[in-house]
Nanobody
Framework: QLQFVESGGGLVQPGGSLRLSCTGSGFSLASYGIGWFRQAPGKGYEGVSCIGASDGSTYYPSSVKGRFTISRDNAKNAVYLEMNSLEPGDTAVYYC???????????????????WGQGTQVTVSS
């Protein structure tokens, strides 16, 4: 069982910024594709930022492109989600997802046995 912890959520005003962290222990996050997904009340999961394991390729949907940035710090065994120019529509629970196996070829793909974090609430409101 892979162990990792999310942190960094909170309440922020529209136009503000937050950085979410996903930190692993006992295994190397660098070998796995990582995705940040979110779920707003009454809605399904949406992949908002993903990074591949093999070539570091990234994916952003149009709703967050230019505002969100996903990055790795392999020395700290962490993946970060930098969120800028936040909007009320970004309000959701954000989850770190780790691919079920290392070095998967697809970015932001959900596999049956992926590992999911506990989630961290992000609220954008004045």
């Amino acid at each position: 069982q892979l162990q990792f912890v999310e942190s960094g959520g909170g309440l922020v005003q529209p136009g503000g910024s937050l950085r979410l962290s996903c930190t692993g222990s006992g295994f190397s996050l660098a070998s796995y594709g990582i995705g940040w997904f979110r779920q707003a009340p009454g809605k399904g999961y949406e992949g908002v930022s993903c990074i591949g394991a093999s070539d570091g390729s990234t994916y952003y949907p149009s709703s967050v492109k230019g505002r969100f940035t996903i990055s790795r710090d392999n020395a700290k065994n962490a993946v970060y989600l930098e969120m800028n120019s936040l909007e009320p529509g970004d309000t959701a629970v954000y989850y770190c997802k780790v691919d079920d196996l290392p070095l998967r070829g697809y970015v932001c793909h959900k596999y049956e046995h992926d590992y999911w974090g506990q989630g961290t609430q992000v609220t954008v409101s004045s």
